[in-house]
């Protein structure tokens, strides 16, 4: 079980790490506010603000979820991240906008039905590792 345990949580971690480092270092955090906007669900200048904050809260949480440190804490803030992002992709779809994610700084409108299943992933795995975690520091 910890072997299976560390194993999810150096992959997800590792997810987390890439896909706020690449809206940081890579496609650029103006591209990322763009991405945002394009939600409609913040106007500017908040959405620069949810820009320039979601991938560094990602990059964290990643890199303590890797490490094992606060590792609860990232377990949280991980899937706070997904609920947000879930939020704002049902808003997306319900309001049939045919925009890019914004995960990974590509054009390639939101494929929803696939966002459903990462989502379930998502949970699943977070899930899972905070049932471990307690369990183990119960």
């Known amino acids: 079980m910890k072997v299976l345990s560390l194993i999810a949580s150096?992959?997800?971690?590792?997810?987390?790490v890439y896909s706020g480092g690449l809206k940081i270092f890579?496609?650029?955090?103006?591209?990322?506010?763009?991405?945002v906007a394009n939600y409609k669900l913040v106007h500017a200048p908040w959405d620069a603000v949810v820009?320039?904050?979601?991938?560094?809260?990602?990059?964290?949480a990643?890199?303590?979820?890797?490490?094992?440190?606060?590792?609860?804490?990232?377990?949280?803030?991980?899937?706070?991240?997904?609920?947000?992002?879930?939020i704002a992709?049902?808003?997306?779809?319900?309001?049939?906008?045919?925009?890019?994610c914004g995960c990974h700084g590509t054009d390639a409108p939101i494929q929803y039905w696939n966002k459903v299943a990462e989502f379930i992933g998502y949970f699943a795995v977070l899930g899972w590792l905070?049932?471990?975690?307690?369990?183990?520091?119960?």
């Open 89 to 100: 992709i049902g808003w997306a779809w319900n309001h049939k906008l045919d925009i890019s």
């Open 62 to 86: 990643g890199v303590c979820l890797m490490l094992g440190i606060l590792k609860r804490g990232a377990i949280v803030a991980i899937a706070g991240l997904v609920v947000v992002f879930a």
């Open 130 to 138: 905070w049932w471990v975690e307690t369990r183990r520091k119960a």
């Open 26 to 35: 890579g496609t650029g955090l103006d591209r990322f506010t763009y991405d």
């Open 51 to 60: 820009a320039y904050t979601v991938p560094w809260v990602e990059l964290i």
């Open 10 to 16: 150096v992959l997800l971690g590792t997810w987390f």
